[in-house]
């Protein structure tokens, strides 16, 4: 299975993924397996709205902040059963693929005290994803966030290049590589 996701993977970046997106989006559609098939790209990438949501430090931040890198954003809540399942695996990305072209970056979208979001990663072990709100939804209803969790994709420009709605198993081979598939067209 691996040796076919390392194929894949290949064909992808031989293909020309980069960040326009003028990359054949079907190589990376080939590298969607299981959960990572609910993962829709988009034809031509969708500018966002660059509205501000609070910073995990209690300031200001805006998507726009990490510009210059792959983004996959996460949309989640303390009271959603599956943001639990799929929380640890968006760590487990971050922590294998995280870096200078890359980040995950997740935002609890509604009513989500500090101290709830504090005790959710406490319990479920994650300490390396952002712990940013968006308290108002102001974000998520610009966004058109409808349901938890949505997952989106940014390009370096900051545009959204692919959504998933519900949660996905974001530790998988096949997640892992899209992204670096991602990455590495930023490289060329």
Partial sequence: ????FAAL?????ALGANPALAADTAALEALRDGDMKKLNFHTDAVEISDIAFLAEDGGEARLGDYAGKYVVLNFWATWCAPCRKEMPQLSELQTELGGERF??????TGRNAPQAIDRFFDEIGVTNLPKHRDPKQALARQMAVLGLPITVIL????????RLRGDADWSSDSAKAIVAALIEGTES
């Fill in 1 to 4: 299975m691996k040796r076919i």
């Fill in 9 to 13: 993977l290949y064909t992808g970046l």
């Fill in 103 to 108: 980040e995950v970056v997740t935002v609890a």
């Fill in 155 to 162: 390009d370096p420009e900051g545009r959204e290049i692919a």
